[in-house]
């Protein structure tokens, strides 16, 4: 089956710090790829919707210069958290979507960030 | 906003026994897809109902869909300690998913 993979699994950093996310599709093109953030027992929120060559997406309320987007790649895509402040701190999910099959997402195993 | 509300919140039985949660939502969707998160983990794909359909299987899994009810449920058979997970609907409208907060099940020997 269609495989994500995430890296880091966790990152601790300082505040004011930037730290990249990974995201990469491992055995298909990622036409569509989306970032997510989740707190804990709770629903993931959408933050922004990414294709290959194109700028992101960005959902309402998701600051677009605080987390850049980047999809470089038919099958890599990075989230950077800018200057990271202790309220950044969350679970960061990328799913990615394969070609013509855009209805079902394949998720990576997710990102804990923890700002100190 | 059309995201998926799922109910109960927690469900807790015993292995044999089945699970069943439910979904609703506001709006018109294209699918509902519901999908199950183990702790710390990411999301995994269990099955899709399209919108012109009424009732899924996929092997322990039966997902039934109301679409005048704007509802959905999920039927776990036979469950299994590895089902302990979280479940989430997700509706489907425009290809962006609009998750709930999902039922946590726990399954216990």
């Known amino acids: 089956g269609a495989v994500v993979s995430q890296h880091p699994s966790r990152v601790i950093c300082k505040s004011g710090t930037s730290v990249k996310i990974e995201c990469r599709s491992l055995d298909f093109q990622a036409t569509t790829m989306f970032w997510y953030r989740q707190f804990p027992k709770q629903s993931l929120m959408l933050m922004a919707t990414s294709n290959e060559g194109s700028k992101a997406t960005y959902e309402q309320g998701v600051e677009k210069d605080k987390f850049l987007i980047n999809h470089a790649s038919l099958t890599l895509s990075t989230l950077t958290v800018t200057s990271a402040h202790p309220e950044d701190s969350s679970f960061y999910i990328c799913s990615a979507t394969e070609g013509q099959a855009k209805n079902i997402q394949y998720f990576g195993a997710g990102t804990r960030l923890s700002v100190l | 906003s059309q995201q998926g509300e799922e109910d109960p919140q927690a469900l807790s039985i015993q292995e044999g026994e089945n699970a069943t949660m439910n979904c609703s939502y506001k709006t018109s969707i294209n699918n509902l897809q519901w999908y199950r998160q183990n702790s710390g983990r990411g999301l995994v794909h269990l099955i899709l109902?399209?919108?012109?359909?009424r009732e899924k299987h996929s092997g322990r899994l039966r997902v039934t869909l109301d679409t005048s009810k704007k509802s959905s449920s999920l039927l776990i058979t036979a469950s299994r300690a590895a089902d302990t997970a979280s479940y989430f609907c997700a509706p489907d409208s425009w290809g962006k998913l609009q998750f709930g907060a999902g039922t946590q099940v726990v399954v216990t020997p």
């Open positions: 109902i399209r919108s012109n359909e």
